[in-house]
T-cell receptor, first 115, second 117 residues
């Protein structure tokens, strides 16, 4: 059974802390994505990666960075957490090429609260 | 700049009736569209998709209609069931993302569907 695993489901962090959100997939997918979900704003793409050590900015990269040192792992980093980064974060992975709903897999999400 | 829009933040429907969820897009390069269903505290799950070469795709109780000239798509659920209550997202991607490159998805803002028993 395919899996995208987000290691932390619920986190509470203080303003200014450095925060790491980890995502691991076991499908040998090239592409990995980080989204955040906010009420009324839907899912917005933060960063994505199409290969090891490769990354590209999505629509809202400010305040975030990412790391892809191994194919199976894509980390989202909040360098200095702020309260407006309180959100649900979703990781996804897929193969390149022709998109199909059946080949895009999401993790269960990480709820981050910054106080 | 919202490229994919769902103008109805919520929708309430009686069990057994039809649910119609709408989605509009602005980027004419989009040529593949998907609908996802999401429960709270879970990741989105894929429902149904449609390519721009079609105007309709059906899977059981779910049908997606695409009107390319209007840049509009809709999801019909018939008959609606209480278990369909969730947030529904439409998403779009385009040809420029194919061929070895990333198939990046752009999501809409979501519509909360409530099916009343």
């Amino acid at each position: 059974d395919v899996k995208v695993t987000q290691s932390s489901r619920y986190l509470v962090k203080r303003t200014g802390e450095k925060v790491f959100l980890e995502c691991v997939q076991d499908m040998d997918h090239e592409n990995m994505f980080w989204y955040r979900q906010d009420p009324g704003l839907g899912l917005r793409l933060i960063y994505f990666s199409y290969d090891v050590k490769m990354k590209e900015k999505g629509d809202i990269p400010e305040g975030y960075s990412v790391s892809r040192e191994k194919k199976e792992r894509f980390s989202l980093i909040l360098e200095s957490a702020s309260t407006n980064q309180t959100s649900m974060y979703l990781c996804a992975s897929t193969v390149p090429g022709t998109p199909s709903g059946n080949t895009i897999y999401f993790g269960e999400g990480s709820w981050l609260t910054v106080v | 700049d919202q490229q994919v829009k769902q103008n109805s933040p919520s929708l309430s429907v009686q069990e057994g009736r039809i649910s119609i969820l709408n989605c509009d897009y602005t980027n004419s390069m989009f040529d593949y569209f998907l609908w996802y269903k999401k429960y709270p505290a879970e990741g989105p799950t894929f429902l149904i998709s449609i390519s721009s070469i079609k105007d309709k795709n059906e899977d059981g109780r779910f049908t997606v209609f695409l009107n390319k000239s209007a840049k509009h798509l809709s999801l019909h659920i018939v008959p609606s069931q209480p278990g369909d209550s969730a947030v529904y997202f439409c998403a779009a991607t385009g040809t420029m993302n194919y061929g070895g490159a990333t198939n990046k998805l752009i999501f809409g803002t979501g519509t909360l569907l409530a099916v009343q028993p």
